[in-house]
C-alpha cells in the first residue's frame, strides 16, 4: 500500500521505532497490532497514527501507548504527542479490484449480495450450537484474553470487525467454546444475522458431495448467505487444493461483502503446514489472537467457577493441588474436578487432598511426565512471544536469538539429553552452539538480574 507522503527523515525514524518495537515485543506481537500501524502526518510535535479498528486503537493505546511515545521522543525530541486514531480501510481484494468501500455504511444485507428475503428456505448447514458455552461461563485471565476480548467485539458488533478472526491455541484451551461463545451471543442480540459454525472437515465434506453433484454453484450461494461464518479446525483442511481453493474463494467473497469470518486453528497462519502460502498469508490479515497455555491463576479460577456452578465446596488446597498438577489443558482440569466431585458424592465422603490423589492416579501420573525439550521450546517461545519455528530457524536477531538460548541452557539443565542432541532438537544445530548458549546464558545470569528472574521463573514452570 503507498503510504502518505512524509519526510523521508521522519519516515526514518518511524521505522526505527518500529523496529525497536518490534524486537520489544517478539514478531507475533508486532505482526497483530503494530505493523498494521500507519503514520499519517508529523505535524507540530504530533505524530499522527492511523489503525484500522476501534478494538485495535483501544489495544495499541493501552498495551503500547506509553512504549511507542518514549521510543518517538527517543527518536525525535519535538514530538510531543502520539494521536492514535481509526481510519477505517477499504477492503484489500486479493485478486480482484475493489468494488466498494468496506466496513462503512453496511446494513445487514441490504448490499444486494444473496440472502434477500429467503430466510425461512434456507437450509440449515450450521453444526448445532452448545447453549452452555457463553461468554459468562468462560473464564477470562492473561492467557485468553485477547481471544476473549476479540470474539465479543465480534458478537458484539453487527458488521464484520475484523476479518477474519483467527483464533489459534492448543487442545482444549477453548477455541471451540468461544466459538459457540459468538454464535449464542450473536444469536441472542442479531436474531436477523444469519451464523453458521462448522468443523473443518464437514466443510470439506459439502465442498465434496458437491463437487460430485456438479452442484457447486448453489454449494457457493449457500455460504453467500452467511453473516458469521465460523469454520473450527482449519488444520484439517491441508492437502486437498480443489476444497482449498474453493474455500480461499468463499471466504474472499465473504470479506469483500463485509460478512464476519472466525476460523480457529491449533496453529498461527504462518505455521500452518499443507496449505497454500497464499490461503495461509489470506488468513493472517485480520485479527491473530492466540491463546496460550492456561496458567497457575487461571486454572484456579475456572476451577472456582466450574465448582461454584457444581454447587459444591472444594477446599482451596484442593483446589491448588490440582491447579498445580493438572496444567495440560482445561478439558482434562474440567475432567479430574467432575470425577473428584462424583467419587465424593457416590461414596459420600468429603473432598480432601488424600481422596482426590487417589481418585485421580493415573491423570496424576499422565501429568507427572519429564519435561521434554519441546515443551521447553514451546514455553520459552511463549515466554518471548516468539514463533516456536524460531527454536529451530537460522534467524539470528537478537530478539530470536536469546530465547533460543534460553530454550538450549534449560534443555541442558532440565532434561538428560546430550548436547548434539539438543543441537539436533534446535534445527541441527553444532553442540558447540549448544555450548555457547549455556555459557551465554550463565554469564547474562550473573550480569542481569532480571534475565535471571526470568530465567529461574520459567525453569519454575517447567519443572512444576
Ligand atoms: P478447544 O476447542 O480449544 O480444543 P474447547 O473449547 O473444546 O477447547 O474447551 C475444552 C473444555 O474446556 C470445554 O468444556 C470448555 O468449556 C472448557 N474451557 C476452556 N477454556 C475455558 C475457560 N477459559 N473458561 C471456562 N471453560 C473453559
Ligand atoms: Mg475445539
Redesign the pocket.
Known amino acids: 500500500m503507498p503510504g502518505p507522503r512524509l519526510d523521508p527523515k521522519i519516515t526514518a525514524q518511524w521505522a526505527r521505532v518500529r523496529g525497536l518495537l518490534r524486537s520489544e515485543v517478539g514478531d507475533a506481537s508486532y505482526r497483530s497490532w503494530l505493523k498494521p500501524l500507519t503514520l499519517v502526518s508529523v505535524i507540530d510535535g504530533t505524530a499522527k497514527i492511523a489503525v484500522p479498528t476501534r478494538f485495535m486503537r483501544d489495544w495499541v493505546v493501552s498495551h503500547y501507548g506509553d512504549r511507542l511515545r518514549e521510543l518517538w521522543v527517543g527518536e525525535n525530541e519535538d514530538i510531543d504527542v502520539i494521536d492514535v486514531f481509526v481510519q477505517t480501510p477499504t477492503t484489500r481484494p486479493l485478486n480482484r479490484p475493489a468494488e466498494k468501500p468496506a466496513v462503512a455504511q453496511q446494513a445487514n444485507g441490504s448490499n444486494g449480495f444473496a440472502s434477500s428475503g429467503a430466510t425461512e428456505s434456507r437450509p440449515e448447514i450450521s453444526a448445532p450450537i452448545d447453549p452452555r ?1 457463553t461468554f459468562s ?5 492473561k492467557p ?1 484474553e485477547l481471544a476473549y476480548a476479540a470474539a465479543r467485539r465480534v458478537a458484539d458488533s453487527d458488521e464484520a470487525s475484523f476479518n477474519p478472526l483467527f483464533l489459534y ?10 466459538m459457540h461463545a459468538i454464535a449464542n451471543h450473536t444469536r441472542a442480540k442479531f436474531p436477523e444475522r444469519r451464523v453458521v459454525y462448522m468443523s473443518a472437515e464437514k466443510f470439506m465434506f459439502h465442498f465434496i458431495r458437491a463437487l460430485r453433484f456438479k452442484d457447486t454453484v448453489s454449494f457457493k450461494e449457500t455460504f453467500r448467505s452467511v453473516d458469521v461464518l465460523m469454520i ?1 479446525d482449519v488444520q484439517f483442511i491441508n492437502g486437498k487444493e480443489a476444497t482449498q481453493e474453493e474455500f480461499f474463494h468463499t471466504f474472499n467473497d465473504l470479506v469483500d461483502n463485509n460478512r464476519q469470518v472466525v476460523i ?1 486453528a491449533d496453529k498461527s497462519p504462518s505455521d500452518l503446514e499443507g496449505m497454500e502460502e497464499r490461503l495461509r498469508s489470506r488468513l493472517g490479515w485480520g485479527l491473530v489472537a492466540d ?1 496460550h497455555a492456561t496458567s497457575f491463576e ?1 486454572r484456579l479460577g ?1 476451577l472456582d ?2 465448582s461454584e456452578r457444581l454447587g459444591v465446596e472444594i477446599p482451596a488446597k484442593v483446589k491448588e493441588f490440582l491447579s498445580h498438577r493438572i496444567t495440560s ?3 482434562e482440569l ?1 475432567g479430574a474436578l467432575n470425577r473428584v466431585v462424583a467419587h465424593s458424592e457416590l461414596v459420600g465422603r468429603e473432598i480432601t487432598l488424600e481422596t482426590c490423589q487417589e481418585v485421580l492416579h493415573d491423570i496424576l501420573r499422565a501429568n507427572d511426565r519429564r519435561v521434554t525439550i519441546e515443551e521447553i521450546q514451546k514455553r520459552v517461545s511463549e515466554h518471548f512471544n516468539i514463533r516456536i519455528a524460531d527454536m529451530h530457524s537460522a534467524r539470528r536477531a537478537r530478539a530470536v536469538a536469546r530465547p533460543r538460548q534460553v530454550a538450549m541452557y534449560l534443555a541442558k539443565q532440565l532434561t538428560s539429553r546430550s548436547l548434539p542432541e539438543i543441537g539436533r532438537k534446535f534445527g541441527g544445530r553444532d553442540h558447540t552452539t549448544v555450548m555457547h548458549a549455556v555459557k551465554k546464558v550463565e554469564e547474562l545470569r550473573q550480569a542481569d538480574s532480571a534475565f535471571c528472574e526470568d530465567v529461574d521463573l520459567l525453569r519454575r514452570m517447567l519443572e512444576r
Not at 137 to 141: A, D, R
Not at 169 to 178: I, S
Open positions: 458455552f461461563n468462560f473464564v477470562v485471565g485468553n491455541g492448543g487442545v482444549g484451551l477453548g477455541k471451540t467454546h468461544l473450527d480457529s491463546i487461571l475456572i467457577v466450574k489443558n482445561v478439558r474440567e
